[in-house]
C-alpha cells in the first residue's frame, strides 16, 4: 500500500471524505442510520501534467475540493428534504418521496432516462451556479471590501505602507469575526463538532490506531492539511503580497487584488502541503495561525458523529491495511 494523505468536510449532518480514487459521503439519517455513498473519482492534476506544476496545482486542488465539497453538501441537506417529505405525506401533504404520483405514471424506460440525464445536466449547472456565486460574495467581503474601506483612508495619508497594512488588519478581522459569529449558530455548532470528528479519525488513521469510537475519541481535532488553515495562510499570504503594491488608484487597487488570489492560493496549497508532509519547527511555526483558528471551526464531537467519521474514512481506504503499514513502516518506497 501507498502512504497517502486523506482529507474530508463537514457537511449537514455528515462528512465528506476523499480518497486517493474515490470520495465518500457518509450521513446520519433521520432514523438514526448511517448511509454512505461512495463515488469513484480521478483528480484533474492526475490527468493532467501541467496541473502538477507547483503554484498551479494548489489552484486546480482549491478549485476541485470546492465543487466536490458543495456538491456534497447539497447531497447531504437531499436526506433531510426527504425525511420532510416523507412527513408530508403520513399527514396528507404533498408527495416528496420517490414514490409519488409523478413517478407511477412516469413513461417509458426512454423517456425516464432522458429525464434523468436532463436532470443531472441541470444539478450541474445549479451547482456550477451556486459554486460562482458563493465565490463571488467571498471575495466580495473578504478580498475587495477590505481594499474599498482602506482606501478611504488616502485622504488623511499617502503612506501606502499603512493603507495596505490596515487593509490586511482589516481583512483578518473580518474573517475571524464573521468565523466566530456563525459558530455561535446551533446548526452550525453541530457541523463544526463533525468537522472535529473528521478531523480526529484521520489522526487516528495516519497515527496507525485502530479505527474505534474510542481510540479516534482520544486524537486531536486539530489538523495541519484542514481548510481552516488553508483559507487563513492566504489572507496572511495576501497581508504580505499586497504590500508591494503602491498605488492610490481604487479600480487598480481592486483588480490587483482579483488578479493575485490564484498565485497566493497556490502558494498557501504548497504551505499547507509541506506543512502537513514535515514534522520540524518549520513547519509548526506555519501551521500554528492555522490550528489557532481551527479552535473556532471544529468542536469535540459526541460519539455518534466520531461513528460517522470512522464510516467514512473505511469507505475510501482499507483502513486496517493503512494501519498496518503505518505501525510497520511497510508502505511502498
Known amino acids: 500500500m ?34 454512505v455513498n461512495v463515488t469513484p473519482f480521478q483528480s ?28 456534497t453538501l447539497m447531497q447531504s441537506s437531499e436526506y433531510y428534504d426527504e425525511d420532510e417529505g416523507n412527513k ?12 409519488g404520483a409523478a413517478e407511477r405514471v ?54 501606502d505602507l499603512l493603507v495596505n497594512l490596515v487593509e490586511g488588519v482589516l481583512r483578518l478581522i473580518i474573517f475571524l469575526g464573521y468565523t466566530a459569529a456563525i459558530s455561535l449558530m446551533p446548526d452550525i455548532k453541530r457541523t463544526f463538532m463533525y468537522h472535529g470528528a473528521e478531523h480526529k479519525t484521520i489522526a487516528c488513521l495516519e497515527a496507525g ?46 483588480l490587483s487584488r482579483l488578479l493575485l488570489i490564484p498565485v497566493i492560493s497556490g ?13 520540524n519547527a518549520f513547519a509548526n511555526v506555519l501551521s500554528a495561525p492555522g490550528l489557532w483558528v481551527q479552535r473556532l471551526t471544529t468542536r469535540e464531537p459526541d460519539d ?4 460517522v467519521g470512522i464510516a467514512s474514512v473505511k469507505a475510501v481506504i482499507d483502513a486496517d491495511e493503512y494501519t498496518r503499514c503505518v505501525k510497520e513502516d511497510a508502505f511502498e518506497k
Open 2 to 35: 501507498k502512504k497517502v494523505s486523506i482529507g474530508g468536510q463537514a457537511v449537514l449532518e455528515g462528512i465528506m471524505m476523499k480518497g486517493p480514487d474515490s470520495y465518500a459521503l457518509a450521513v446520519r439519517c433521520p432514523d438514526n442510520t448511517i448511509d
Open 44 to 71: 484533474v492534476t492526475e490527468r493532467h501534467a501541467v496541473l502538477r506544476i507547483p503554484i498551479i496545482r494548489g489552484v486546480a486542488a482549491f478549485i476541485e475540493s470546492l465543487y466536490i465539497g458543495m456538491k
Open 106 to 159: 412516469s413513461g417509458s424506460d426512454a423517456k425516464v432516462a432522458a429525464s434523468s440525464e436532463k436532470k443531472s445536466a441541470s444539478d450541474t449547472a445549479y451547482l456550477v451556479t451556486t459554486l460562482i456565486i458563493s465565490l463571488a460574495i467571498a471575495i466580495g467581503i473578504f478580498v475587495l471590501l477590505p481594499t474599498f474601506i482602506a482606501n478611504l483612508l488616502y485622504k488623511f495619508t499617502d503612506s
Open 209 to 254: 490506531d485502530t479505527l474505534t469510537v474510542e481510540n479516534v475519541r482520544k486524537h486531536t481535532r486539530y489538523h495541519k492539511r484542514c481548510g481552516t488553515s488553508f483559507v487563513f495562510i492566504v489572507m496572511l499570504i495576501s497581508v504580505v503580497a499586497f504590500m508591494f503594491i503602491h498605488t492610490e488608484t481604487l479600480w487598480l487597487r481592486l
Open 88 to 99: 408530508a405525506d403520513e399527514t396528507g401533504g404533498v408527495s416528496g418521496s420517490k414514490n
Open 304 to 307: 455518534s458523529m466520531i461513528e
Open 267 to 279: 502558494v498557501s496549497y504548497e504551505f499547507i502541503r509541506y506543512a502537513g508532509r514535515h514534522e
